[in-house]
C-alpha cells in the first residue's frame, strides 16, 4: 500500500466514523430524542438525513474493510458526499428563496441556520479530500475504473 493509499485509507476512516455517528445522531433525534446537544450540532432529527448519512458512512467503513480496492471506496464515498453537500445547499437557496418570494409571512422567522445539517459540514470535509485526491476523483479516470 502507498503512502498516498494509507493517507486517503486514514482520512476515509475519520469520515466514516463521523458519517456515522452523525447518521446514529440524526435517528436518535428522529425517533424522538430532543437532546440539547443534538441541536448544538445542527441535527434536525430527520430520519432520511440519517439514512443519506448511514449509507454515506458504510462506503467509507466498507472502504476500510476493503484490502484491495479500499480506496475506491474511499473516492466513492468522497463523491458521495459532495454531491449530497450539493443538494444541502440547493434546499438552503430554496429555502433563501421562499423567505424573498413570499416573506416573512410564510417563513416566518427562518435563517440559514434553520437548515444547517451535518451533510453540509461533512460535505465540507468530503470536499476538501476530493480537492487532495482530485487527480484520483476525476471523471474520466473512474469511467475508465468501471464505476
Known amino acids: 500500500m502507498s503512502k498516498d493509499d494509507r493517507y486517503l485509507t486514514t482520512f476515509g476512516g475519520l469520515l466514516a466514523f463521523l458519517y456515522l455517528a452523525f447518521g446514529v445522531f440524526e435517528a436518535i433525534g428522529g425517533i424522538g430524542y430532543d437532546g440539547e446537544w ?9 430520519v ?8 454515506i458512512g458504510a462506503v467509507f467503513a466498507f472502504g476500510l474493510r476493503e484490502r484491495r480496492d479500499g480506496s475506491a471506496f474511499m473516492l466513492i464515498g468522497m463523491a458521495l458526499g459532495i454531491v449530497f453537500l450539493a443538494i444541502y445547499l440547493v434546499l438552503m437557496g430554496a429555502n433563501a428563496l421562499g423567505l424573498l418570494i ?17 451533510g453540509l459540514y461533512l460535505g465540507i470535509l468530503a470536499t476538501v479530500g476530493g480537492c487532495i485526491w482530485r487527480r ?4 474520466s479516470r473512474l469511467s475508465r475504473a468501471g464505476a
Open 38 to 46: 443534538l441541536g448544538a450540532l445542527c441535527v434536525q432529527g430527520n
Open 48 to 55: 432520511m438525513d440519517a439514512f443519506v448519512l448511514l449509507v
Open 102 to 118: 413570499f416573506g416573512s409571512e410564510h417563513m416566518e422567522g427562518w435563517t440559514a441556520m434553520d437548515s444547517m445539517r451535518p
Open 136 to 139: 484520483r476523483l476525476s471523471p
